[in-house]
């Protein structure tokens, strides 16, 4: 066995590039099964970030969408499911939103290219749609459509027909359900004789206060809808039908998402197997379902407190059972048909997959990865799990990845440097599933401890709403609890910590070192620095966001001023590195530009980077490995290492 070269933390050499992070990009989503047919949506940063749709039959994987075709859906600006497989002849179409122009278009098999099924809307990408399912005749797909006009937003749940006859007819377009500010899942019965959905209006975030509502159907319209679930307070979530006259849904009344059963005639809900667990995430991106339905009257499930479980529940029986599965954590995009179910799953040395499973044999088969080539597994951090001791004894829930490499090893004495990763949302969670960014890191000495602060979704609606009214204090104080425990535990080196988060995780970032002097080197990507303009300028599904957070408006004008990281950047305790996409519609470019001007000001170090036609989250390969590289170089550079392989980074003073 080779000895390991001992080198000082941050040095050491590394097989995992910038470019392979960019590699790790490649996204995977929303899978469909029917028969022995699997669909998915996959998102290519070597492609500028383009997505496509993937069909697999027969073992054989095609590639249904070329190039400039781009299959994402700016409704709510986070998307989510872009396409539907509906039947064609002897085989199937894809009906999918396009990126540039946010139609809708059918892809037949054997055509030469997509024809479109909408409307062109009088301002460009002005009607967007998300969230498709087929109407109970196969007419047409019914999905919630977002319309933009220089009056305002207006979303309404509508049945575009199949034949393209609305392409150039708009009127041909029926609206199914309308007046409410957010619609989710729709949902028709088995039969075609009742229709449900999710609805919820502002101020409340679909993890806040949603309604599940039935309606019945009649000569193509929806009459006499009402509430079956949730409320001002409950979010009630995911609508799934059991039989004509009864469904199922996902209500968090008690504390947690659990799986209630709701009848059409009055009856009161009924908790299927109550847990402390959740059955459910919060309602970020359209089209996921997080159960589905197999024929034999069982549910896939997904379930836990922090990372996801797939198990079946069969509700006659009342048990769950666990699959026996190589992965940790599933995404709440779960689907079934006959006894087969697909989803999307990773695991701390597995990249996210495709994953299709037959339940009757146990048969369980990876169809895509998002990594195909991996790097020796030692080299890729092992997570442990840690439940940090937060103030006022609270607890925050944390992974923690040491450094990693087989062939070096730190000077004796030399404790590593160590960075707190803050996921964004803020209502979302980190998981244990592989993530190169993460082992880009590790790999070269600096360890990372990835942190779920309290508004972390994962760990029941009390922990989530720790964060209400206490952004930017409750996620500061348990990211620096989270650094303070490394270095008590005599893991970090207290004078190398550093902070970096994208988006919330950019708040966070820059709240925390204009709060305090724990960190002495800080990464916002696009993030948030002033709470005002931003509630005036972000898009429409978060306009109201921060009335939860920090308090409505008017009257909490006080606490945005104070809270914000831009009225306090005089007091930024260390250097600073900004990372912000020129074409962001949910954090505009001036918030990073007028912490960078405010920097410059009182003569902080810092470097800002910008990049034209990126959005809110990089897609473009190019993107990521400059991002990495310069954040790399940004530590080695006010962490005291040398980084090997990239180039130095230079800081602003003014």
Not at 90 to 119: C, M, W
Not at 495 to 503: C, D, H, K, N, T
Not at 569 to 595: E, H, K, N, W
Not at 597 to 605: N, S
């Amino acid at each position: 066995m080779t000895a390991r070269a001992t080198l000082p933390y941050g040095s050491w050499p590394s097989p995992i590039s910038a470019a392979d992070v960019a590699r790790a990009r490649l996204r995977l989503g929303f899978p469909t099964v029917y028969n022995d047919d699997v669909w998915w949506q996959e998102t290519r940063p070597e492609e500028g970030g383009r997505t496509t749709v993937i069909h697999v039959r027969g073992g054989q994987r095609t590639e249904l969408l070329q190039a400039p075709w781009d299959a994402r859906t700016r409704v709510h600006e986070y998307g989510g499911r872009s396409y539907l497989p509906v039947p064609s002849g002897d085989g199937y179409a894809i009906v999918f939103s396009n990126y540039e122009d946010q139609r809708l278009h059918r892809l037949d098999a054997g055509d030469s290219k997509p024809h479109p099924l909408t409307p062109e809307p009088a301002v460009s990408g002005g009607l967007r749609y998300a969230d498709f399912v087929l109407s109970p005749d196969a007419a047409e797909i019914w999905c919630v459509c977002e319309g933009h006009t220089p009056d305002g937003i207006r979303r309404a749940i509508v049945a575009v027909p199949l034949d393209g006859s609305a392409a150039a007819d708009a009127s041909a377009i029926r609206e199914l359900i309308t007046g409410a500010d957010f619609y989710a899942n729709p949902a028709p019965s088995p039969s075609g004789g009742h229709l449900a959905w999710v609805q919820w209006n502002h101020p409340r975030m679909p993890w806040d206060g949603t309604e599940i509502r039935v309606a019945a159907l009649e000569d193509g319209q929806a009459v006499a809808p009402r509430t079956v679930k949730g409320g001002l307070t409950e979010s009630a979530l995911a609508p799934l039908w059991r039989d004509d006259s009864s469904l199922y849904v996902i209500s968090d009344w008690p504390g947690w998402w659990n799986i209630y059963q709701v009848g059409l005639h009055g009856e009161s809900p009924q908790a299927e197997y109550p847990a402390e667990e959740e059955f459910a995430g919060p309602l970020w991106q359209l089209g996921g379902m997080p159960y589905a339905l197999l024929e034999d009257g069982r549910l896939a499930v997904l379930h836990g407190e922090g990372d996801q479980r797939l198990g079946v529940y069969d509700p006659e029986t009342l048990e769950l059972t666990d699959l026996e599965v190589p992965y940790d954590d599933w995404q709440p995009a779960l689907s079934a048909h006959g006894s087969t179910i697909v989803g999307i799953a990773g695991g701390a040395n597995v990249p996210s997959s495709v994953v299709r499973i037959d339940t009757t044999t146990g048969r369980v088969e990876s169809l895509r990865r998002e990594l195909d080539d991996l790097p020796d597994a030692a080299f890729l951090p092992q997570p442990r799990t840690e439940q940090i001791e937060g103030p006022f004894g609270r607890p925050v829930h944390a992974y923690v990845y040491p450094p990693s490499n087989p062939e070096c090893a730190g000077p004796a004495g030399e404790l590593p440097p160590y960075v707190v990763f803050v996921h964004g949302g803020p209502t979302s969670r980190v998981t244990r599933v592989l993530n190169l960014e993460r082992a880009f890191f590790t790999s070269r000495g600096i360890g990372v401890i990835d942190v779920n602060y309290g508004g972390s979704t994962g760990y029941g609606r009390a922990y989530r709403e720790r964060l209400r009214r206490q952004w930017g204090v409750v996620d500061v104080e348990d990211a620096v609890a989270a650094a303070k425990a490394l270095v008590d535990g005599g893991i970090a080196d207290p004078q190398r910590l550093a902070i970096r988060g994208g988006s919330a995780g950019g708040w966070t970032t820059l709240a925390a070192v204009t709060q305090t002097d724990v960190f002495k080197a800080a990464t916002s990507y696009f993030g948030i620095s002033e709470l005002q303009s931003f509630a005036e300028a972000t898009h429409d599904f978060e306009s109201r966001y921060l009335f939860s957070l920090i308090g409505p408006l008017p009257g909490f004008e006080r606490a945005y001023e104070e809270r914000s990281p831009l009225n306090r950047a005089d007091r930024t305790a260390c250097p600073v590195l900004l990372l912000q996409g020129l074409d962001d519609p949910v954090v505009p470019a001036d918030q990073s530009q007028r912490f960078a001007d405010a920097l410059a000001e009182k003569k902080t170090p810092y470097a800002y980077l910008t990049f034209e036609g990126e959005s809110h989250g990089f897609r473009r390969a190019e993107t990521v490995i400059a991002a990495m590289e310069a954040e790399l170089a940004f530590y080695g550079r006010t962490l005291n290492f040398e980084p090997r392989g990239v180039a130095p980074i230079e800081l602003t003073t003014g």
